[in-house]
């Protein structure tokens, strides 16, 4: 079932929780290696894989994040697939052909590749809001398999954009060229701008998996501080909670 929703600005915003696991043996890397620096103990790092679904007052519903896709998804070589995105969705009484918007905060396959099923696009009726940096460089499995079935309903912006009344992406790069938060009021939706708790603490820790840990790492501490000063609260993408007020 998905988590408790919050009221923001007048929308509600529901966490969806697609899958709980940790990373498979491709691409696992003890702690120390994973984030650099960070005095964490050696047990497995236990993933949330959190997507947000934004419904406002005139009726629109927005989803931000598709999650982990099916077994065969792109994610399947790491990723607890398949994801129980349209089982969340259905809790929450919406189907995938009531979603006007998708925003993909980054094109990684436990973020973007439940866009699409064998038979296309899943969200039909939506247009996907994704930054023209993540697409300049998307390749593989996620290029031909999920940004090319949906390339008809891509809606492309560069840096900062009011995509929803109300609803603001702002490019946040370094952990892809074209990462993305999603601003609603008080609430940011970090994707991975954020990856473990230790980096609250610590922005200057890096992931191994940023696609460029030094610019990551800066924006990661803007961005927080910026958030702090208004206090603002995070709805995270791997958090065992979704929602944290700073």
Not at 97 to 120: E, P, R
């Amino acid at each position: 079932m998905p988590h408790p929703p919050r009221i923001v600005a007048g929308a509600e915003v529901t966490p969806l929780c697609d899958a709980v696991g940790a990373m498979g043996p491709a691409i696992r890397r003890p702690m120390a290696e994973t984030f650099p620096g960070a005095a964490l103990d050696e047990e497995p790092w236990i993933l949330h894989f959190h997507c947000y679904l934004i419904r406002d007052r005139a009726g629109r519903v927005t989803l931000v994040d598709t999650g982990i896709g099916a077994a065969d998804s792109p994610a399947s070589s790491w990723a607890p697939v398949p994801g129980s995105l349209d089982a969340e969705l259905a809790a929450a009484g919406v189907t995938p052909a009531d979603v006007d918007v998708v925003i993909l905060t980054h094109l990684h396959s436990d973020h973007a590749s439940g866009a699409v099923t064998d038979a296309g696009p899943r969200f039909v009726n939506a247009r996907h809001v994704v930054q023209q940096a993540d697409l300049d460089v998307v390749g593989g499995e996620m290029l031909d398999r999920v940004v090319t079935p949906i390339k008809d309903r891509l809606h492309v912006v560069e840096g900062d954009e009011e995509v929803v009344p109300g609803v603001r992406v702002h490019l946040t790069a370094g952990h892809t060229p074209g990462h993305q938060i999603v601003r609603i009021g008080e609430l940011a939706i970090t994707g991975d701008l954020v990856l473990h708790p230790v980096q609250l603490a610590d922005p200057s820790i890096h992931y191994v998996y940023d696609d460029d840990p030094e610019r990551a790492a800066a924006t990661r501490a803007e961005v927080l501080a910026g958030l702090r000063a208004e206090r603002a609260i995070l709805a995270t993408a791997h958090f065992t909670d979704p929602f944290l007020p700073l």
